[in-house]
């Protein structure tokens, strides 16, 4: 078994554990998208996972490509000056997670790089599986 310590980002900590996921069904998601002008990010900045219970995962990419998640809600959209507005909403048909709405998740793993801990997870429903990565600073979903 890895130790806490190893697995932990040295900027950020270990944070939650997304296993805390299995066996729950996920109810909401929530994504956190920049805009500028008429532009839409095509890859969301933050995603929340909101099983149902109510309980929520925030799940996002650190600066040192580290993949940060921790207990909390989605927050509100807000301007960047001018380099536009995060805007807050539930995902719609924007990520791959949309697809497993009201699913059980069946699994988690968790990939851990020693420099900067937590770099990846795999989320499991029957229907197939999704994929959170950090990339370069920059939160990645994948199926």
């Known amino acids: 078994m890895e130790s806490e310590k190893v697995n932990q980002c040295p900027l950020n900590g270990s944070g939650a554990r997304p296993e805390i996921l299995v066996g729950r069904r996920l109810g909401e998601v929530f994504a956190a998208w920049h805009r500028s002008g008429d532009e839409e990010a095509e890859d969301p900045l933050d995603v929340w996972l909101i099983d149902g219970q109510g309980s929520s995962l925030h799940v996002t990419s650190g ?3 580290c993949l940060i998640v921790e207990s909390s809600r989605p927050h509100e959209g807000y301007e ?11 995902v719609g048909d924007r990520t791959p997670f949309a697809a ?27 229907s197939g599986r999704v994929r959170c990565d950090s990339w370069a600073g920059d939160l990645r979903l994948s199926t």
């Open 100 to 126: 497993h709405l009201g699913e059980d998740v069946l699994a988690v793993k968790e990939e851990f790089e020693p420099k900067c801990g937590r770099i990846a997870f795999d989320v499991t429903f029957a």
């Open 63 to 65: 600066s040192d490509w």
């Open 80 to 90: 960047v000056d001018s380099w536009g507005r995060i805007e807050v909403a539930p």
